[in-house]
Protein backbone atom coordinates (compact mmCIF):
# COMPACT_ATOMS: atom_id res chain seq x y z
CA UNK A 1 0.00 0.00 0.00
CA UNK A 2 2.97 2.19 0.97
CA UNK A 3 4.66 2.06 -2.74
CA UNK A 4 1.28 2.73 -4.31
CA UNK A 5 0.34 5.96 -2.19
CA UNK A 6 4.24 6.75 -3.28
CA UNK A 7 3.16 5.47 -6.94
CA UNK A 8 0.42 8.08 -6.88
CA UNK A 9 1.71 11.02 -5.61
CA UNK A 10 4.47 10.38 -8.19
CA UNK A 11 1.83 10.34 -10.87
CA UNK A 12 -0.07 13.37 -9.30
CA UNK A 13 2.97 15.56 -8.98
CA UNK A 14 3.86 14.29 -12.28
CA UNK A 15 0.40 15.92 -13.57
CA UNK A 16 1.02 19.01 -11.85
CA UNK A 17 4.36 19.54 -13.57
CA UNK A 18 2.83 19.31 -17.31
CA UNK A 19 0.12 21.04 -16.22
CA UNK A 20 2.87 24.43 -14.99
CA UNK A 21 4.75 23.26 -18.35
CA UNK A 22 1.38 23.56 -20.12
CA UNK A 23 1.02 27.13 -18.14
CA UNK A 24 3.97 28.75 -19.05
CA UNK A 25 4.08 26.93 -23.17
CA UNK A 26 0.68 29.34 -23.33
CA UNK A 27 2.33 32.45 -21.06
CA UNK A 28 4.95 31.51 -24.01
CA UNK A 29 2.77 32.12 -26.61
CA UNK A 30 0.28 34.69 -25.59
CA UNK A 31 3.57 36.78 -25.02
CA UNK A 32 4.90 35.74 -28.72
CA UNK A 33 1.34 36.93 -29.67
CA UNK A 34 1.43 39.69 -27.86
CA UNK A 35 4.94 40.73 -29.37
CA UNK A 36 3.74 40.10 -33.04
CA UNK A 37 0.38 42.18 -32.34
CA UNK A 38 3.20 45.04 -31.35
CA UNK A 39 5.00 44.85 -34.17
CA UNK A 40 2.03 44.35 -36.38
CA UNK A 41 0.84 47.66 -34.60
CA UNK A 42 4.16 49.83 -34.62
CA UNK A 43 4.11 48.59 -38.41
CA UNK A 44 0.71 50.20 -38.88
CA UNK A 45 1.61 53.28 -36.76
CA UNK A 46 4.56 53.70 -39.18
CA UNK A 47 2.48 53.45 -42.41
CA UNK A 48 0.07 56.03 -40.93
CA UNK A 49 3.26 58.35 -40.34
CA UNK A 50 3.94 58.00 -43.80
CA UNK A 51 2.70 60.77 -46.20
CA UNK A 52 1.15 59.83 -49.30
CA UNK A 53 2.82 60.36 -52.56
CA UNK A 54 1.28 62.55 -55.21
CA UNK A 55 2.82 62.16 -58.75
CA UNK A 56 1.17 64.27 -61.05
CA UNK A 57 1.73 62.94 -65.19
CA UNK A 58 0.78 63.85 -68.35
CA UNK A 59 2.38 62.47 -71.59
CA UNK A 60 6.09 61.68 -70.60
CA UNK A 61 6.97 58.13 -70.11
CA UNK A 62 10.43 58.39 -69.99
CA UNK A 63 10.72 61.36 -67.31
CA UNK A 64 7.94 59.83 -65.77
CA UNK A 65 10.32 56.39 -65.49
CA UNK A 66 13.22 58.44 -64.45
CA UNK A 67 10.83 59.96 -61.86
CA UNK A 68 9.79 56.94 -59.96
CA UNK A 69 12.67 55.12 -60.16
CA UNK A 70 14.26 57.58 -57.80
CA UNK A 71 10.75 57.28 -55.69
CA UNK A 72 11.63 53.55 -55.28
CA UNK A 73 15.48 54.24 -54.49
CA UNK A 74 14.18 55.88 -51.38
CA UNK A 75 13.81 52.87 -48.53
CA UNK A 76 10.32 54.43 -47.24
CA UNK A 77 8.80 53.88 -50.74
CA UNK A 78 7.86 50.34 -49.74
CA UNK A 79 5.89 52.02 -46.72
CA UNK A 80 4.22 54.53 -48.81
CA UNK A 81 1.08 55.33 -50.38
CA UNK A 82 1.74 56.29 -54.21
CA UNK A 83 -1.67 58.39 -55.79
CA UNK A 84 -0.77 58.77 -59.45
CA UNK A 85 -3.02 61.61 -61.33
CA UNK A 86 -2.87 60.67 -64.98
CA UNK A 87 -4.23 63.80 -67.65
CA UNK A 88 -5.94 62.98 -69.96
CA UNK A 89 -4.52 64.11 -73.71
CA UNK A 90 -5.62 67.43 -74.65
CA UNK A 91 -4.56 67.06 -78.71
CA UNK A 92 -4.44 64.06 -81.02
CA UNK A 93 -0.52 64.85 -80.69
CA UNK A 94 -0.25 63.77 -76.98
CA UNK A 95 -2.91 60.73 -77.33
CA UNK A 96 0.82 58.00 -77.91
CA UNK A 97 2.19 59.72 -74.74
CA UNK A 98 -0.98 59.53 -72.67
CA UNK A 99 -1.72 55.66 -73.79
CA UNK A 100 2.46 54.95 -73.09
CA UNK A 101 2.62 56.43 -69.52
CA UNK A 102 -1.06 54.76 -68.57
CA UNK A 103 0.62 51.43 -69.72
CA UNK A 104 3.39 52.44 -67.25
CA UNK A 105 2.00 53.55 -64.21
CA UNK A 106 -0.27 50.19 -64.01
CA UNK A 107 2.69 48.11 -63.89
CA UNK A 108 3.84 50.31 -60.67
CA UNK A 109 4.99 47.82 -58.25
CA UNK A 110 7.18 48.66 -54.68
CA UNK A 111 4.95 51.12 -52.91
CA UNK A 112 2.97 49.94 -50.28
CA UNK A 113 -0.13 50.13 -51.85
CA UNK A 114 -0.38 52.27 -56.27
CA UNK A 115 -3.18 54.31 -56.69
CA UNK A 116 -4.37 55.36 -60.05
CA UNK A 117 -6.54 58.38 -61.46
CA UNK A 118 -6.84 58.49 -64.94
CA UNK A 119 -9.34 61.42 -66.46
CA UNK A 120 -11.62 61.16 -69.02
CA UNK A 121 -11.45 64.88 -70.36
CA UNK A 122 -7.97 67.00 -70.27
CA UNK A 123 -8.03 68.85 -66.84
CA UNK A 124 -4.63 70.80 -66.95
CA UNK A 125 -1.81 70.19 -64.57
CA UNK A 126 -3.35 73.51 -62.36
CA UNK A 127 -6.91 71.91 -61.37
CA UNK A 128 -5.42 68.32 -61.17
CA UNK A 129 -3.30 69.18 -58.54
CA UNK A 130 -5.50 71.58 -56.86
CA UNK A 131 -8.30 68.95 -56.92
CA UNK A 132 -5.63 65.78 -56.08
CA UNK A 133 -4.30 67.59 -53.01
CA UNK A 134 -7.61 68.76 -51.71
CA UNK A 135 -8.79 65.23 -52.02
CA UNK A 136 -5.89 63.15 -50.59
CA UNK A 137 -4.89 66.23 -47.81
CA UNK A 138 -8.65 66.14 -46.47
CA UNK A 139 -8.04 62.20 -46.00
CA UNK A 140 -4.61 61.61 -44.81
CA UNK A 141 -3.93 65.16 -43.47
CA UNK A 142 -0.82 66.12 -45.12
CA UNK A 143 0.57 64.61 -48.58
CA UNK A 144 4.22 64.86 -50.44
CA UNK A 145 3.17 66.59 -53.81
CA UNK A 146 5.91 66.04 -56.94
CA UNK A 147 5.48 65.85 -60.83
CA UNK A 148 6.72 63.51 -63.51
CA UNK A 149 9.74 65.81 -64.37
CA UNK A 150 11.32 65.49 -61.15
CA UNK A 151 14.65 62.98 -60.25
CA UNK A 152 14.56 62.52 -56.38
CA UNK A 153 17.25 61.85 -54.39
CA UNK A 154 17.68 58.73 -52.18
CA UNK A 155 16.59 60.28 -48.55
CA UNK A 156 13.98 62.97 -50.12
CA UNK A 157 11.21 61.24 -48.75
CA UNK A 158 13.04 60.26 -45.04
CA UNK A 159 13.31 64.19 -45.09
CA UNK A 160 9.80 65.31 -46.45
CA UNK A 161 8.32 62.92 -43.36
CA UNK A 162 10.68 64.40 -41.27
CA UNK A 163 9.67 67.67 -42.04
CA UNK A 164 6.23 66.86 -41.54
CA UNK A 165 6.36 65.52 -38.16
CA UNK A 166 8.42 67.90 -36.86
CA UNK A 167 6.35 71.17 -37.97
CA UNK A 168 3.35 68.87 -37.91
CA UNK A 169 1.77 71.65 -34.98
CA UNK A 170 3.29 74.83 -35.66
CA UNK A 171 0.88 76.45 -37.77
CA UNK A 172 3.51 79.33 -38.84
CA UNK A 173 5.03 76.61 -41.11
CA UNK A 174 2.70 75.73 -43.91
CA UNK A 175 5.09 74.42 -46.88
CA UNK A 176 8.05 71.98 -47.44
CA UNK A 177 9.94 72.21 -50.29
CA UNK A 178 12.84 69.86 -51.04
CA UNK A 179 14.78 71.68 -54.18
CA UNK A 180 17.34 73.94 -54.40
CA UNK A 181 18.47 75.81 -57.34
CA UNK A 182 20.26 78.96 -56.36
CA UNK A 183 23.42 76.82 -55.48
CA UNK A 184 24.06 79.33 -53.23
CA UNK A 185 26.79 78.20 -50.46
CA UNK A 186 25.69 80.50 -47.96
CA UNK A 187 22.57 78.79 -47.32
CA UNK A 188 22.25 76.74 -44.17
CA UNK A 189 20.85 72.74 -44.57
CA UNK A 190 17.48 74.49 -43.55
CA UNK A 191 15.54 77.46 -43.31
CA UNK A 192 12.28 79.27 -42.90
CA UNK A 193 11.30 81.87 -45.95
CA UNK A 194 8.36 83.23 -47.05
CA UNK A 195 7.69 81.79 -50.91
CA UNK A 196 6.82 78.23 -51.83
CA UNK A 197 8.63 76.11 -54.38
CA UNK A 198 6.17 74.24 -56.77
CA UNK A 199 9.07 71.20 -57.46
CA UNK A 200 9.03 68.52 -54.90
CA UNK A 201 7.41 69.63 -52.05
CA UNK A 202 4.64 68.88 -48.99
CA UNK A 203 2.05 70.29 -46.60
CA UNK A 204 -0.69 69.37 -44.35
CA UNK A 205 -4.44 69.86 -44.37
CA UNK A 206 -4.03 73.07 -41.79
CA UNK A 207 -2.14 74.59 -44.16
CA UNK A 208 -3.79 74.08 -47.44
CA UNK A 209 -6.49 75.67 -46.05
CA UNK A 210 -5.50 78.45 -46.58
CA UNK A 211 -4.93 78.28 -50.22
CA UNK A 212 -7.32 80.32 -52.30
CA UNK A 213 -7.36 79.97 -55.84
CA UNK A 214 -8.93 83.71 -56.76
CA UNK A 215 -5.92 85.34 -58.36
CA UNK A 216 -7.74 88.58 -58.34
CA UNK A 217 -8.32 88.84 -54.81
CA UNK A 218 -4.81 87.77 -53.73
CA UNK A 219 -3.70 90.34 -56.27
CA UNK A 220 -6.00 92.94 -54.95
CA UNK A 221 -4.38 91.91 -50.94
CA UNK A 222 -1.00 92.50 -52.12
CA UNK A 223 -1.35 95.85 -53.49
CA UNK A 224 -4.01 97.19 -50.93
CA UNK A 225 -1.39 96.06 -48.38
CA UNK A 226 1.74 97.86 -50.76
CA UNK A 227 3.46 94.22 -50.60
CA UNK A 228 3.98 93.53 -54.48
CA UNK A 229 8.21 94.59 -53.94
CA UNK A 230 8.53 92.00 -51.27
CA UNK A 231 6.22 89.18 -52.74
CA UNK A 232 8.86 89.75 -55.76
CA UNK A 233 12.14 89.72 -53.89
CA UNK A 234 12.63 93.18 -53.40
CA UNK A 235 11.70 93.83 -57.49
CA UNK A 236 14.14 90.80 -58.31
CA UNK A 237 11.41 88.68 -59.61
CA UNK A 238 7.59 89.50 -61.38
CA UNK A 239 5.58 86.93 -59.53
CA UNK A 240 3.19 89.97 -58.76
CA UNK A 241 3.35 90.29 -62.90
CA UNK A 242 3.37 86.04 -63.40
CA UNK A 243 -0.12 86.14 -60.65
CA UNK A 244 -1.21 88.95 -63.10
CA UNK A 245 -0.99 86.92 -65.92
CA UNK A 246 -2.98 84.21 -64.62
CA UNK A 247 -5.45 86.56 -63.65
CA UNK A 248 -5.53 87.17 -67.52
CA UNK A 249 -5.92 84.10 -68.45
CA UNK A 250 -2.18 84.07 -70.26
CA UNK A 251 -1.11 81.25 -67.38
CA UNK A 252 -2.84 78.75 -65.18
CA UNK A 253 -0.40 78.49 -62.53
CA UNK A 254 -1.36 77.01 -59.31
CA UNK A 255 1.52 77.61 -57.60
CA UNK A 256 2.03 81.14 -57.58
CA UNK A 257 -1.85 81.26 -56.15
CA UNK A 258 -0.49 78.82 -52.84
CA UNK A 259 2.95 81.25 -53.05
CA UNK A 260 0.31 84.42 -52.48
CA UNK A 261 -1.85 82.81 -50.56
CA UNK A 262 0.40 81.88 -47.80
CA UNK A 263 2.66 85.09 -48.33
CA UNK A 264 -0.12 87.00 -47.24
CA UNK A 265 -1.11 84.81 -44.03
CA UNK A 266 2.44 85.65 -43.08
CA UNK A 267 2.91 81.89 -42.72
CA UNK A 268 6.71 80.28 -43.41
CA UNK A 269 8.23 77.58 -45.97
CA UNK A 270 10.65 75.10 -44.75
CA UNK A 271 13.15 75.15 -47.64
CA UNK A 272 16.59 73.15 -48.06
CA UNK A 273 20.18 74.83 -49.17
CA UNK A 274 20.84 71.41 -50.30
CA UNK A 275 18.67 70.12 -52.85
CA UNK A 276 17.11 66.73 -52.63
CA UNK A 277 15.16 67.17 -56.02
CA UNK A 278 16.23 67.89 -59.93
CA UNK A 279 13.51 69.31 -62.27
CA UNK A 280 14.76 67.49 -65.54
CA UNK A 281 11.63 69.42 -67.71
CA UNK A 282 14.01 71.78 -69.09
CA UNK A 283 14.45 69.86 -72.06
CA UNK A 284 11.37 71.37 -74.19
CA UNK A 285 8.95 68.53 -73.26
CA UNK A 286 7.24 69.79 -70.32
CA UNK A 287 3.92 72.40 -71.06
CA UNK A 288 4.95 75.11 -68.63
CA UNK A 289 8.96 75.14 -68.67
CA UNK A 290 11.52 76.28 -70.68
CA UNK A 291 15.06 76.16 -70.77
CA UNK A 292 18.78 77.31 -70.73
CA UNK A 293 19.92 75.31 -67.62
CA UNK A 294 18.19 78.26 -65.46
CA UNK A 295 16.86 75.95 -62.35
CA UNK A 296 19.70 73.20 -62.33
CA UNK A 297 20.52 71.79 -59.20
CA UNK A 298 22.78 69.04 -58.01
CA UNK A 299 21.13 66.38 -56.20
CA UNK A 300 22.37 65.61 -52.16
CA UNK A 301 22.84 62.08 -51.97
CA UNK A 302 23.12 62.24 -48.30
CA UNK A 303 20.50 62.34 -45.19
CA UNK A 304 19.73 65.58 -44.24
CA UNK A 305 18.57 66.08 -40.88
CA UNK A 306 15.67 67.95 -39.96
CA UNK A 307 15.84 69.91 -36.20
CA UNK A 308 13.08 72.77 -35.22
CA UNK A 309 13.99 76.05 -36.16
CA UNK A 310 14.05 78.28 -33.05
CA UNK A 311 12.58 80.94 -33.46
CA UNK A 312 9.82 80.38 -35.84
CA UNK A 313 10.85 83.13 -38.50
CA UNK A 314 12.06 84.31 -41.61
CA UNK A 315 15.31 83.59 -42.25
CA UNK A 316 16.45 87.12 -44.05
CA UNK A 317 19.82 86.58 -45.09
CA UNK A 318 18.33 83.21 -47.09
CA UNK A 319 16.11 86.09 -48.32
CA UNK A 320 18.61 87.98 -49.75
CA UNK A 321 20.62 85.12 -50.95
CA UNK A 322 17.06 84.72 -53.62
CA UNK A 323 17.48 88.12 -54.09
CA UNK A 324 20.73 87.79 -55.62
CA UNK A 325 19.89 85.02 -57.82
CA UNK A 326 16.87 86.63 -59.08
CA UNK A 327 19.21 89.66 -59.54
CA UNK A 328 21.86 87.55 -61.36
CA UNK A 329 19.37 85.40 -63.23
CA UNK A 330 16.66 87.75 -64.14
CA UNK A 331 18.40 90.72 -65.75
CA UNK A 332 17.84 92.05 -69.22
CA UNK A 333 21.39 90.98 -69.92
CA UNK A 334 21.16 87.35 -68.30
CA UNK A 335 17.64 87.26 -70.17
CA UNK A 336 18.85 88.15 -73.13
CA UNK A 337 22.06 85.74 -73.14
CA UNK A 338 19.33 83.21 -72.22
CA UNK A 339 17.09 84.11 -74.92
CA UNK A 340 20.02 83.54 -77.64
CA UNK A 341 21.50 80.53 -76.41
CA UNK A 342 18.14 78.73 -76.38
CA UNK A 343 17.16 80.15 -80.48
CA UNK A 344 21.01 78.57 -81.42
CA UNK A 345 20.19 75.45 -79.97
CA UNK A 346 16.65 75.70 -81.73
CA UNK A 347 14.13 75.60 -78.90
CA UNK A 348 11.98 78.11 -80.85
CA UNK A 349 11.40 76.20 -84.48
CA UNK A 350 8.03 75.26 -84.90
Known sequence: MGKEKDMEKEKDMGKEKDMEKEKDMGKEKDMEKEKDMGKEKDMEKEKLRMAPILLFAYNRPEHLRRCVESLLANSLSAKSDLFIFSDAPKTEADKDGVSEVRAFIRRIVGF?????????????????????????????????????????????????????????????VGHIQACDFTQDPSLPDTF???????????????????????????????EERQLTRTFDFNGKYGFTRMLRRQIEGKNNSWAIRWNASLFLKDILSLNVGRSLVSNQGFDGSGTNCGGGGLYASNLHLLPLLVTRISPIEENMAARKAFERYYARTNSFWAKARRRIARTLKGDFKR
Open 192 to 222: LIKWTGSWGWATWKRAWQHFNPDGAQLLQQL
Open 112 to 172: HKVNIVERDENWGLARSIIDGVTTVVDKYGKVIVVEDDLVLAPFFLQFMNDALDVYEDEPM
